[in-house]
C-alpha cells in the first residue's frame, strides 16, 4: 500500500512538472466538481460567483461578493497542488467578520445567513506555499 502511495504522489509530481499549470488548472477543477457534488446533495447550488488568482507565500487579495438575495451561503476556496494552507475571511460593509476559517489546511469554507442582498468583502491568504499557487473561491447558496 505504502508504494502505492509513494507511485502515486510520484505520478502527480511528474505529471505536475510535466504540464505546470495544466496540473494546478485540473487540481483546482477536480477540487470543485467534488464539492459541486457534495453541496448538491446537501442543497446548495451554485451562484455563479467565482473568483481566480494567483498569491505568494504570505500575500492575500481581496474582493468584494455581492450575495443578491436571501439564503444560507457557503463560500468556498480551493488550492493547486503546491499549496499547504489557505485561509479566508467574510467580513461585512463596516469591517466586521462575518465568518473565518483559519485552519491549518487548503480547503477553506466560510458562511452567511443573509435576509436580501448584501455586499460583503472576501479576503484569501495564502498561508503555506511553494511558489506561486493558483486559487479559486467560489459561492453556493442554500434557500
Known amino acids: 500500500m505504502k508504494r502505492l502511495t509513494i507511485s502515486a504522489a510520484a505520478a502527480a509530481a511528474t505529471l505536475f512538472f510535466a504540464s505546470g499549470a495544466s496540473a494546478q488548472?485540473?487540481?483546482?477543477a477536480k477540487s470543485l466538481q467534488a464539492a459541486d457534488t457534495a453541496y448538491a446533495a446537501k442543497g446548495y447550488y451554485p451562484t455563479g460567483w467565482t473568483h481566480m488568482g494567483n498569491l505568494d507565500n504570505g500575500s492575500q487579495d481581496e474582493s468584494a461578493v455581492?450575495?443578491?438575495?436571501?439564503?444560507?451561503y457557503q463560500i468556498i476556496g480551493v488550492c493547486d497542488l503546491q499549496c499547504k494552507n489557505f485561509d479566508l475571511q467574510l467580513t461585512d460593509g463596516n469591517g466586521n467578520q462575518v465568518s473565518a476559517d483559519t485552519e491549518d489546511d487548503d480547503?477553506?469554507?466560510?458562511?452567511?445567513?443573509?435576509?436580501g442582498p448584501v455586499t460583503y468583502r472576501l479576503k484569501a491568504m495564502m498561508k503555506a506555499c511553494t511558489g506561486l499557487c493558483a486559487y479559486e473561491l467560489k459561492v453556493y447558496i442554500k434557500k
Open 25 to 28: 488548472d485540473d487540481s483546482l
Open 66 to 72: 455581492v450575495l443578491s438575495s436571501a439564503g444560507l
Open 107 to 115: 480547503f477553506p469554507i466560510v458562511s452567511a445567513s443573509t435576509s
